[in-house]
């Protein structure tokens, strides 16, 4: 079992920034994924980012790259992402997500194991 704990959700205005953090504790390994998908009101879980803990390779959606950065604390565990010049429609529930292998890091079938969501709210 592996859990994640996630923080750093909240309102900002458009254009502002915020730090979203997950914890994992549990049965990690040294080689494993973690990712991060949000979901808005009444639309399908979208892959935001994702980043690698055996060498720190980080991929992004088209509609958040140059935009947020994922990163990793190892002696933590935990991964970071940092999103700044944030928009409106980056308004979801965001979810950090754990994965023994690298497979389908873009789909939600490629994780075992995912944090209880928090909430970004960009303000217009």
């Known amino acids: 079992q592996v859990q994640l704990v996630e923080s750093g959700g909240g309102l900002v205005q458009a254009g502002g920034s915020l730090r979203l953090s997950c914890a994992a504790s549990?049965?990690?390994?040294?080689?494993?994924?973690m990712g991060w998908f949000r979901q808005a009101p009444g639309k399908e879980s979208e892959f935001v980012a994702a980043?690698?803990?055996?060498?720190?390779?980080?991929y992004y959606a088209d509609s958040v790259k140059d935009r947020f950065t994922a990163s990793r604390a190892n002696a933590k565990n935990t991964v970071y992402l940092q999103m700044n010049s944030l928009k409106p429609e980056d308004t979801a529930v965001y979810f950090c997500?754990?994965?023994?292998?690298?497979?389908?890091?873009?789909?939600?079938?490629?994780?075992?194991?995912w944090g209880q969501g928090t909430q970004v709210t960009v303000s217009s």
């Open positions: 549990g049965r990690t390994f040294s080689s494993y994924t």
């Open positions: 980043i690698t803990w055996s060498d720190g390779s980080t």
């Open positions: 997500a754990f994965a023994y292998g690298g497979d389908y890091l873009r789909e939600t079938r490629g994780y075992n194991y």
